[in-house]
């Protein structure tokens, strides 16, 4: 893919897009029949938007291009780390906030940001040295 074809903020919609796709099928296939709560489907959607917003910075990024020249078990582990802690962080907070009795939006909001933010951490925690140089 040639990633100048277009901008970064451009890939990041297509990506997000293509992942809402997935997991929307995943959640009408798989979650709706095996009878999960309507309130837990944004888990899903979470788990994998995750890995879109966290790798497009190191394949985008002229800077962190060295990030891919990791062995291939590392890179699927940090794969697997975004997507555990993406469904585990969102998970966590849906269930203490979801009998609260919030709008649908207002949990999905809060549950978006604690898995995202498990899910960046334990990327971060697993590739300090990627971001060393960026907090100047």
């Not at 604690?114 to 990327?123: N, P, Y």
């Amino acid at each position: 893919m040639d990633k100048e074809s277009l901008p970064r903020w451009g890939w990041l919609l297509i990506g997000l897009f293509g992942m809402v796709l997935v997991a929307e099928l995943l959640n009408f296939y798989v979650f709706r029949p095996a009878g999960v709560p309507q309130s837990f489907e944004v888990i899903p959607i979470i788990t994998a938007m995750a890995p879109v917003l966290i790798f497009i910075g190191p394949w985008y990024d002229e800077e962190r291009q060295h990030y891919w020249e990791q062995s291939q078990a590392h890179i699927v582990g940090d794969l697997l780390f975004v997507l555990v802690g993406a469904a585990l962080g969102s998970a966590i907070v849906l269930a203490a906030i979801v009998t609260i009795g919030l709008p649908r939006i207002v949990q999905d909001i809060l549950a978006m940001g604690g898995g995202f933010m498990l899910s960046w951490g334990l990327f971060w925690w697993r590739n300090t040295a990627l971001y060393a140089g960026t907090l100047e």
